[in-house]
């Protein structure tokens, strides 16, 4: 069996295991105190070219999500996402347990637009209902789709003018800024929202989420939220280790490169074979639609998610490249497709 169910079935890039025995022995301050986590900071401030943002390291993405959004709004005010948003769909109501509703938004292709978010505002109007005030979104989506520079700097524009917070969880930002679609830089990012993270898990850490705060008055008191929602590791170094190892130099982005790479050789494969796909997905996870009876072969040699069910004996599949997909396997995967057709 070979995987294409997810980008963390792999456990992390050899050089990050290395670094974590190399260090093994030395003693270090806890809770995000020692001089790795201080050095990442600094690597991934160089990295934006911004001195003025804060960086916390927290474990995984749900984790972040919860402790931002709580972090950020006041009892009666909301988060905005999409149906298809990870913070409405998968993370078990774990902001709404912190006791903030989610607004969800239908969306075509995974991505909010200052127009739907209008509607959304034009529809809480009074102390009845609740607030909206902070705009969740991911990049790239839970379908694949990525932001352009002009996307966000339209939706920034947006919630300033409204006085929305904009949050960009970034459990995908490597495959969605290397991304042969993307415009958008790691450094344009700081500009464009109020608060945002750098998803290690995904991207070749054994976990780790890099959040960074932009907006002065969201950062007062942030390592006292993270502890409260029991986010902050003693061994915070095992955090710090590894984005000292992605951002030293350009082992992050090459790792994200690999993931899109082998994600377009099945893109292009999929669509020489006439295949649709359910959305555009410019990233690491494709969604193509197949023949049910296909699905069946496949399944006997290959792991996958069965996403959605179409018209007739069709389903739409998610496959999902990582930093360690091998080649072989991808092409192996595409010529059993056409040997199951011919
Ligand atoms: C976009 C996005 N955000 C957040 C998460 C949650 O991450 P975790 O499983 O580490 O809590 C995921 C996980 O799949 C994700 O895809």
Redesign the pocket.
Known sequence: MYSFKNDYSEGAHPRILQALVDTNFEQEAGYGKDRFTLKAGELLKEKMGRKDVDVHLLV????T?LTVISAFLRPHEAAIAAKSG?IFT??TGAIEATGHKILSIETDDGKLTPVLIKKVLDEHTDEHMVKPKLVYI?NST?IGSIYVYKELKDLSEFCRKNSLLLFM?G??LGSALCSEESDLKLSDLPELVDAFYIGG??NGALFGEALVICRELLKEDFRYHIKQKGALLAKGRLLGIQFVELFRDNLFFDLALHANKMAGILREQLTKGNFQFLTHSASNQLFPILPDKLIEELQKKYDFLIWEKMDGNDSAIRLVTSWATKEDEVLAFIEDIKKCLS
Do not use: L
């Open positions: 995984g993405g749900t984790q999500n990870h998968h993370e991911s839970e969880d459990a995908r898990t995904k």
